[in-house]
């Protein structure tokens, strides 16, 4: 039998990714958590034939954890990832199979017959984890990973993975960031529907007219009256942003809910 370990930052998706391994009557699950630092010290220690990763981690993000697998840490990889059908083609490889969220099961069923063909001997040679981390990385590197926040003279570039909002106020566009000091948000030179066009759809969703959020930082989702819905993020504010009624479909789709 297939033994699995599932990582993912979102207890959730870890929770309904187990429920529907163990629906097939495939895999044993000998492992899982939210937490990749505690994945790192778990895994070597357990013998396991695939890895279901999450790509979109916000402390860790796949390709890093990967190439933190210590050496004889070798599992085959099942990627979890929100990219779009283009951006798939990367993933086909032998030593990987992939899940685009909402994961659905019949999905999941084509995954794992991959990875067992993988895994059955004879097998062709595997490409190993550093290699393909590199190269998927390269090959899913379109959008920019910075945007210019400028102050008078002053450019400051901001790293989109701290943003965990853009918002439009007074006709002005404002980038929350993670961690920073109380109030505090950054100018951007873009209007919402620009940045919608411009950043990764992988990370990004428009939530409403006037804001752009990270998905990487969306800690509860609530539904409200109306068909609307309400996000709180992981900041240290706890931001609570209201969704558009338009808007909650998508981003319940998005979110694997």
């Known amino acids: 039998m297939i033994r699995a370990y599932l990582l993912d930052d979102e207890p959730l998706a870890v929770r309904r990714l187990e429920r529907m391994l163990a629906e097939t009557g495939g895999p044993a699950v000998v492992g899982a958590s939210s937490d990749p630092e505690a994945?790192?010290?778990?895994?070597?220690?357990?013998?396991?034939?695939?890895l279901f990763l999450?790509?979109?981690?916000?402390?860790?993000?796949?390709?890093?954890?990967l190439a933190r697998l210590p050496a004889g840490c070798d599992p085959l990889v099942a990627f979890v990832t929100a990219f779009s059908e283009h951006a798939l083609r990367a993933f086909e490889?032998?030593?990987?199979?992939?899940?685009?969220?909402?994961?659905?099961a019949d999905a999941l069923e084509r995954a794992l017959r991959k990875v067992e063909r993988a895994k059955a001997p004879p097998a062709a040679p595997r490409e190993p984890l550093a290699d393909l981390v590199t190269r998927l990385q390269r090959e899913l590197s379109g959008y920019p990973t910075r945007i210019a926040s400028k102050f008078g003279d002053r450019v400051e570039f901001i790293d989109l993975s701290r943003v965990t909002h853009f918002y439009a106020e007074?006709?002005?566009?404002?980038?929350?960031?993670?961690?920073?000091a109380a109030g505090k948000a950054y100018v951007v030179d873009a209007t919402i529907?620009?940045?919608?066009?411009?950043?990764?759809?992988r990370r990004f969703i428009r939530v409403h007219r006037s804001t752009l959020v990270n998905l990487d930082f969306v800690q509860e989702m609530f539904t409200l009256f109306a068909g609307k819905a309400l996000l709180r993020l992981k900041d240290p504010a706890r931001t609570e942003i209201t969704v558009a009624r338009e808007r909650v479909k998508e981003l319940r789709e998005r979110l694997g809910i």
């Open 93 to 104: 490889v032998n030593s990987a199979a992939y899940l685009v969220k909402p994961v659905a």
């Open 170 to 180: 007074d006709k002005v566009t404002l980038a929350a960031v993670a961690a920073a």
């Open 54 to 65: 999450d790509i979109q981690m916000p402390e860790l993000d796949g390709f890093a954890f």
């Open 193 to 201: 529907a620009d940045l919608e066009a411009r950043l990764d759809p």
């Open 39 to 50: 994945a790192l010290a778990e895994l070597p220690e357990r013998a396991v034939d695939v």
